[in-house]
RNA sequence: GGCGCCAUGGUCAAGUGGUUAAGACACCGCCCUUUCACGGCGGCUUCAUGGGUUCGAAUCCCAUUGGCGUCACCA
């Protein structure tokens, strides 16, 4: 047998959210195509028309594009086997349901659902007009009575499967339920479009959640019924999420941001978020863990894949994240990171390019930039405590003794720059002949107001700005002789 | 409930009959350090349980348990 061109498809109903776990299903189909030289194609399955969202096929391109995941055919991408929109392909499908009723795998069902009392319940459709005689169906239809198309299950045996990732996969097909083919409103349904598509579309490979593993057999009998070759099944577990009880279920709103869109909003960058995500069920021959698209396109194998669900880690995203910040070009991450900050006074935001490179190293994600740099704009409240400090030997009281000195050194300065504190800092040192530790401590502290501070004491005085150091150093001073005064 | 899928540490996971059971995140400790971060070193913690098969089982089989999924005129 000839090896046919690889070729796998997105297939997503426009809801206008792009979950997780979709987006990893996505990723996978579009890298196990490029791994193998083939074609990945975004197919967009709308015929619910109830949940018509405006705009969904724009929000799903982008998200797409943002993750670097780009078709090579569908909707405005261009394609020899269009339209990519099921809704614009409705005359075919009914088309199609009609030579499976022709073939006797199908038939007309002219139950009411609404009087129908089986309709949803456990058990499901009775079978009602499986099995009805011609002239009824005649008379029906002169009526114009209106009907679905259902699909005729087999009531005894079994079908098999294969799913390259599961093996051979048994359902009986006493389990099989006479599914809806074509709606009322002369929709197709997911179960009966998405297989004569994948098959016009020449699919070679179904990449898709392991939800649909149940209904698999139900998709095998329709190719059977049409003669078509059926295409190679590969169904990936679900992404996880863990709750604060510790219970584990899919990943769901309670567990946090679960779009892509809502990661990105948080400050997580696209590429790190598909990296994490292509190696949440996915794992590489190697031990990299940093991978751009490219690198990913060329190792991708379905082999490494995972069979059992995945919990989504936010710790490890963050980490990750992290590794991408410190990777980044500083005026990029200067001018990306800008708009988290919020509204700056002048004299900081003159200074955000620097301000910024201090932070780079410093984050995990951009959300945490306001925590980070709230000191600058207001000085939390007095603490002595802060003034001690083991591993440096700082106490409040050796605090007090530094500072004075420290205010009238760091006044002199005139080029209040980075090189300029640092060296009088340095000097400082020198002339006190104290550590730099015991030095450094009191300032940064009586300069912030906090234990931890994105920079040390030259980045944050230079942030500050002379006067405002000053004013604040000679502020806590104050604050600190009352303490002491106050405590002995 | 029927049916199906899954089962290595807190999390992602390597592993495919013989290993001291990789690596990463998180956590803890130490070192370095002008705070934090970075970096370095070390530690913690895993083959769900019970039966087989085998000279030998995380690896194969069965059962149990647990988790998840599915039983729509949703996808």
């Given at each position: 047998?000839?090896?046919?061109?690889?070729?796998?498809r997105?297939?997503?109903?426009?809801t206008?959210?792009?979950?997780?776990?979709?987006?990893r299903?996505?990723?996978?189909?579009?890298l196990?195509?490029k791994?193998?030289?083939?074609d990945?194609?975004?197919?967009?399955?709308?015929?619910?028309?109830?949940?018509?969202?405006?705009?969904?096929v724009?929000?799903?391109?982008?998200?797409l594009?943002a993750?670097?995941?780009?078709?090579d055919?569908g909707?405005?991408?261009?394609?020899?086997?269009g339209?990519?929109?099921?809704s614009?392909r409705?005359d075919?499908y009914?088309?199609?349901?009609?030579?499976?009723?022709?073939?006797?795998?199908a038939?007309?069902?002219f139950?009411d659902?609404k009087?129908?009392?089986?309709?949803?319940k456990f058990?499901g459709?009775?079978?009602?007009?499986r099995?009805?005689p011609?002239?009824?169906i005649?008379?029906?239809l002169?009526e114009g009575?209106?009907f679905?198309?259902?699909q005729?299950?087999?009531?005894?045996g079994?079908?098999?499967?294969?799913?390259?990732?599961?093996?051979?996969?048994?359902i009986?097909?006493?389990?099989?339920?006479?599914?809806v083919?074509?709606?009322?409103?002369g929709m197709?349904?997911?179960?009966f479009a998405?297989?004569?598509?994948?098959?016009l579309?020449?699919?070679t490979h179904?990449?898709?959640?392991?939800?649909?593993?149940t209904s698999?057999?139900?998709h095998v009998?329709?190719?059977k019924?049409?003669g078509?070759?059926?295409?190679?099944?590969?169904?990936?577990p679900?992404?996880?999420?863990k709750g604060?009880?510790?219970?584990?279920s899919?990943l769901?709103?309670?567990?946090?941001?679960t779009?892509?869109n809502?990661?990105?909003?948080?400050?997580?960058?696209p590429?790190?978020?598909?990296?994490?995500?292509?190696?949440?069920?996915w794992s590489?021959?190697s031990?990299?863990e940093?991978?751009t698209?490219e690198e990913?396109?060329k190792?991708?194998?379905l082999d490494?894949?995972?069979k059992s669900?995945a919990i989504f880690?936010?710790?490890?995203?963050?980490w990750?994240?992290?590794?991408?910040?410190?990777?980044?070009?500083?005026?990029e991450?200067?001018?990306?990171?800008?708009?988290?900050?919020?509204?700056l006074?002048?004299?900081?935001?003159?200074?955000?390019d620097?301000?910024a490179g201090?932070?780079?190293?410093?984050?995990?994600?951009?959300?945490?930039?306001?925590?980070?740099?709230?000191f600058?704009m207001?000085?939390p409240?007095?603490?002595?405590?802060?003034?001690?400090?083991?591993?440096?030997k700082?106490t409040p009281?050796?605090s007090?003794?530094?500072?004075?000195e420290?205010?009238?050194g760091?006044?002199?300065?005139?080029?209040?720059t980075?090189?300029?504190?640092?060296?009088?800092?340095?000097e400082l040192v020198?002339?006190?002949?104290l550590?730099k530790g015991?030095l450094?401590?009191p300032i940064r502290?009586?300069?912030?107001?906090?234990?931890?501070t994105p920079?040390?004491?030259?980045?944050i005085l230079?942030v500050?700005?002379?006067?405002?150091?000053?004013?604040?150093?000679?502020?806590s001073?104050?604050?600190?002789?009352?303490?002491?005064?106050?405590n002995?």
């Amino acid at each position: 047998m000839e090896e046919k061109r690889v070729r796998t498809r997105f297939a997503p109903s426009p809801t206008g959210y792009m979950h997780i776990g979709n987006l990893r299903t996505a990723l996978y189909a579009y890298l196990f195509a490029k791994a193998n030289d083939g074609d990945f194609i975004l197919r967009i399955e709308d015929t619910d028309r109830t949940r018509y969202v405006a705009d969904a096929v724009d929000f799903i391109k982008n998200t797409l594009k943002a993750a670097h995941i780009i078709p090579d055919e569908g909707p405005g991408y261009g394609g020899d086997y269009g339209p990519y929109v099921q809704s614009e392909r409705k005359d075919v499908y009914l088309k199609y349901a009609n030579e499976l009723i022709e073939k006797g795998y199908a038939y007309r069902c002219f139950c009411d659902p609404k009087s129908d009392e089986t309709h949803g319940k456990f058990g499901g459709y009775p079978g009602t007009c499986r099995d009805l005689p011609k002239e009824t169906i005649e008379k029906n239809l002169a009526e114009g009575k209106p009907f679905v198309i259902r699909q005729k299950m087999p009531k005894d045996g079994s079908t098999t499967f294969h799913d390259m990732l599961h093996g051979n996969i048994t359902i009986d097909n006493d389990t099989l339920e006479d599914q809806v083919l074509i709606k009322r409103d002369g929709m197709p349904t997911y179960n009966f479009a998405h297989v004569v598509d994948d098959h016009l579309m020449k699919v070679t490979h179904v990449i898709r959640g392991a939800e649909f593993i149940t209904s698999t057999p139900k998709h095998v009998l329709l190719y059977k019924g049409f003669g078509w070759e059926t295409p190679a099944f590969i169904h990936l577990p679900a992404v996880m999420g863990k709750g604060e009880d510790g219970s584990v279920s899919k990943l769901s709103k309670r567990h946090g941001a679960t779009s892509f869109n809502e990661l990105v909003e948080m400050g997580y960058l696209p590429e790190a978020v598909t990296n994490y995500v292509a190696l949440l069920g996915w794992s590489p021959k190697s031990n990299q863990e940093i991978f751009t698209m490219e690198e990913m396109e060329k190792s991708f194998s379905l082999d490494g894949l995972s069979k059992s669900p995945a919990i989504f880690d936010y710790n490890k995203l963050d980490w990750m994240n992290g590794e991408y910040f410190k990777k980044m070009d500083p005026r990029e991450f200067a001018s990306e990171s800008r708009g988290f900050a919020g509204d700056l006074p002048e004299n900081i935001a003159s200074k955000w390019d620097y301000l910024a490179g201090v932070l780079q190293s410093r984050i995990s994600r951009y959300d945490e930039i306001p925590d980070q740099i709230h000191f600058f704009m207001a000085m939390p409240a007095f603490d002595a405590e802060l003034y001690r400090n083991k591993r440096n030997k700082v106490t409040p009281e050796k605090s007090a003794d530094i500072l004075p000195e420290a205010i009238e050194g760091l006044s002199d300065i005139d080029d209040w720059t980075p090189d300029g504190i640092n060296a009088k800092l340095a000097e400082l040192v020198e002339k006190t002949g104290l550590k730099k530790g015991l030095l450094m401590w009191p300032i940064r502290i009586a300069a912030s107001g906090q234990k931890v501070t994105p920079g040390g004491v030259t980045e944050i005085l230079y942030v500050l700005g002379k006067d405002e150091s000053i004013s604040r150093l000679k502020a806590s001073l104050e604050s600190l002789r009352g303490y002491l005064s106050e405590n002995n």
